[in-house]
């Protein structure tokens, strides 16, 4: 027997008008590009997204029409997710940090019909401009005083709002409807489109205000370092407006020194990003001698947290939770908040469960499988490919057969192609991606273990592991350091440190030094480009054992 209830379409809409109606003193707080700091309240955010949606309408915009983003997080990006979807119409976030070339391949790809792009990207725009589809038009994202001069026919976007109704007739739509489109950044072969939802979106917004209910909540200030450019800055445009929280946009200052300011001026109590954007926020704690103020909880994903980091942001007072997850899965798929029993636990044993990557979000399951698609237990121990599957998960990559046929296992599985072990509490511990794993003489090596230890030497600042092509062992890890001062760590003093932790065969075989990371699009260490840099280093014979 079937239930006998409404089924309402999910759709993203919906969100902002509850936080508009429930949460009216919360909002949106923009560093813009245009150099101040700007205030608007979910109310007012929702009549300028009418007015917006107006102004696309008479603009010709259609539901389907692929609408492109080249911006910060602000404000007017945070209106432009909505108005978009609202129409029924796809809001494709662009990569400002990916190549020329990648970036054209993108926009071609997914058909962009309008690009939406922030003063500080209009010169990348007309370096593109006679490359770019014929037809496509422009709205820079500022006011009429600030309009660039351009040979290129642009819109201003406060003349796109202005005059228009303050409210929108929003269409119902199936909740099916695509909303939003993301390429992954292609470390290998072309960008993949994920291709998401109203429904999935909505869900994907519930299940993260609910598993992070300690930094989404009525009176939080949030800020999303992680950009809107990189999977929807991991939800928190949908989250903050649901659970009445405010988001504080840091526009294009996302250095260690801007953020500090931002923060403390702005009470921002929880902040979200990558563990480069923490390294540089750390060095400026050190430096001001304190956190800045209302600091409480920082959300870590994107590459794993090295222990150091999450321990030093602990012993501060500020709570950590590290996250896992990744642009085909909306992106959130673990979270590290602990139950309430596990936050008494002598610190040493909860660092050791805060450094896992953490426990799954309601609607994403996991298994681990072994080279045959066996499942494997979730025993801690053993470890395999990591699979999911869910609501939030693509179902197949944006017009791409070929990548979807590979990544989807035979039982409707999406394969991440990260390794894992899963332990019995349903503590995920990714061990690496799996083409960053170090396979020597037929064992693994887990890179991501590797720099955990290593940046617990104070003179290492940032650091990677690699591997490097051994005539005997196959592979063997080459450790790269950004040495911290002047001082430059020996092996010997590495291999001291690690060799508690680790088994001998399992160390670096050495170390070198560069001044900098190179990072991917997303602001992770680029493994590939480290990997080209010293693919023809030769390793030292080390006495075997
Ligand atoms: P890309 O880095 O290719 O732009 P994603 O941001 O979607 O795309 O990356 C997802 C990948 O990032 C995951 O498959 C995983 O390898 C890695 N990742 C994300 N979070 C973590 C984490 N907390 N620990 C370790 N690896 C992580």
């Known amino acids: 027997m079937m239930g006998q209830m409404m089924q309402r379409p999910l759709q993203i809409i919906?969100?902002?008008?509850?936080?508009?109606?429930?949460?009216?003193?919360?909002?949106?707080?923009?560093?813009?590009?245009?150099?101040?700091?700007?205030?608007?309240?979910?109310?007012?955010?929702?009549?300028?997204?009418?007015?917006?949606?107006?102004?696309?309408?008479?603009?010709?915009?259609?539901?389907?029409?692929?609408?492109?983003?080249?911006?910060?997080?602000?404000?007017?990006?945070?209106?432009?997710?909505?108005?978009?979807?609202?129409?029924?119409?796809?809001?494709?976030?662009?990569?400002?940090?990916?190549?020329?070339?990648?970036?054209?391949?993108?926009?071609?790809?997914?058909?962009?019909?309008?690009?939406?792009?922030?003063?500080?990207?209009?010169?990348?725009?007309?370096?593109?401009?006679?490359?770019?589809?014929?037809?496509?038009?422009?709205?820079?994202?500022?006011?009429?005083?600030?309009?660039?001069?351009?040979?290129?026919?642009?819109?201003?976007?406060?003349?796109?709002?202005?005059?228009?109704?303050?409210?929108?007739?929003?269409?119902?739509?199936?909740?099916?409807?695509?909303?939003?489109?993301?390429?992954?950044?292609?470390?290998?072969?072309?960008?993949?489109?994920?291709?998401?939802?109203?429904?999935?979106?909505?869900?994907?917004?519930?299940?993260?205000?609910?598993?992070?209910?300690?930094?989404?909540?009525?009176?939080?200030?949030?800020?999303?370092?992680?950009?809107?450019?990189?999977?929807?800055?991991?939800?928190?445009?949908?989250?903050?407006?649901?659970?009445?929280?405010?988001?504080?946009?840091?526009?294009?200052?996302?250095?260690?020194?801007?953020?500090?300011?931002?923060?403390?001026?702005?009470?921002?109590?929880?902040?979200?990003?990558?563990?480069?954007?923490?390294?540089?926020?750390?060095?400026?704690?050190?430096?001001?001698?304190?956190?800045?103020?209302?600091?409480?909880?920082?959300?870590?994903?994107?590459?794993?947290?090295?222990?150091?980091?999450?321990?030093?942001?602990?012993?501060?007072?500020?709570?950590?939770?590290?996250?896992?997850?990744?642009?085909?899965m909306s992106p959130v798929g673990t979270h590290g908040i602990l139950n309430a029993s596990m936050q008494d636990l002598p610190f040493e044993t909860r660092m050791d469960l805060q450094s896992k990557q953490g426990r799954r979000v309601f609607g994403c399951e996991m298994k681990i499988v072994d080279e045959e698609g066996q499942r494997l237990p979730h025993d801690g121990k053993a470890v395999g490919e990591l699979y999911v599957r869910g609501n939030q998960v693509i179902a197949g990559y944006f017009h791409n057969d070929e990548a979807t046929e590979a990544a989807m296992d035979a039982e409707g599985w999406f394969g991440t192609g990260d390794v894992a072990s899963i332990d019995a509490a349903g503590f995920l511990t990714i061990q690496d991606r799996a083409k960053d794993l170090i396979k020597s003489g037929g064992e693994w090596i887990s890179s991501i273990d590797l720099e955990s230890c290593a940046l617990a030497h104070p003179e290492v600042a940032n650091c990677a592991v690699i591997a490097i092509a051994h005539p005997k062992w196959d592979e063997r890890p080459l450790l790269v350091v950004v040495p911290k001062g002047e001082a430059h760590v020996t092996l010997e003093d590495i291999h001291a440190l690690m060799e508690p932790h680790f088994a001998k065969w399992q160390l670096p075989d050495d170390v070198v030094f560069v001044d900098e990371m190179p990072l991917t699009a997303t602001g992770k260490v680029s493994k590939r480009t480290l990997r080209a840099q010293f693919a023809d280093y030769v390793l030292p014979d080390l006495p075997e054992g």
């Open 14 to 328: 919906e969100l902002l008008r509850y936080g508009a109606e429930i949460f009216p003193e919360a909002g949106v707080v923009s560093r813009r590009c245009e150099g101040d700091i700007h205030r608007q309240s979910y109310p007012e955010t929702m009549a300028r997204v009418a007015q917006l949606a107006h102004g696309l309408a008479e603009r010709g915009v259609q539901p389907g029409d692929r609408i492109a983003t080249l911006a910060w997080n602000t404000h007017r990006h945070f209106e432009i997710y909505y108005a978009v979807s609202g129409m029924g119409a796809v809001c494709h976030t662009l990569n400002p940090r990916l190549s020329p070339e990648q970036m054209l391949y993108i926009i071609g790809h997914a058909e962009d019909r309008l690009l939406f792009v922030d003063l500080t990207f209009v010169p990348l725009v007309h370096a593109l401009a006679d490359k770019l589809p014929e037809g496509m038009r422009f709205v820079v994202m500022t006011d009429r005083a600030h309009m660039p001069d351009s040979p290129l026919e642009l819109i201003c976007y406060e003349d796109l709002l202005d005059g228009k109704p303050d409210s929108y007739d929003w269409p119902d739509m199936d909740e099916n409807t695509a909303a939003g489109l993301c390429y992954t950044s292609g470390t290998t072969g072309n960008p993949k489109g994920a291709l998401y939802s109203h429904r999935s979106t909505v869900l994907h917004a519930l299940a993260v205000g609910l598993a992070l209910n300690s930094s989404l909540r009525e009176g939080a200030n949030i800020l999303p370092v992680v950009p809107m450019f990189h999977v929807n800055a991991w939800g928190l445009p949908y989250a903050a407006p649901l659970t009445g929280a405010s988001l504080i946009m840091p526009g294009p200052g996302l250095d260690g020194p801007s953020l500090w300011d931002l923060m403390d001026g702005e009470n921002v109590t929880s902040a979200w990003g990558v563990p480069t954007v923490w390294l540089g926020l750390q060095n400026e704690i050190a430096a001001r001698g304190g956190n800045p103020a209302g600091f409480e909880q920082v959300v870590i994903g994107g590459s794993a947290a090295p222990r150091t980091m999450i321990e030093a942001f602990e012993q501060s007072g500020v709570s950590v939770c590290h996250a896992w997850g990744m642009t085909e």
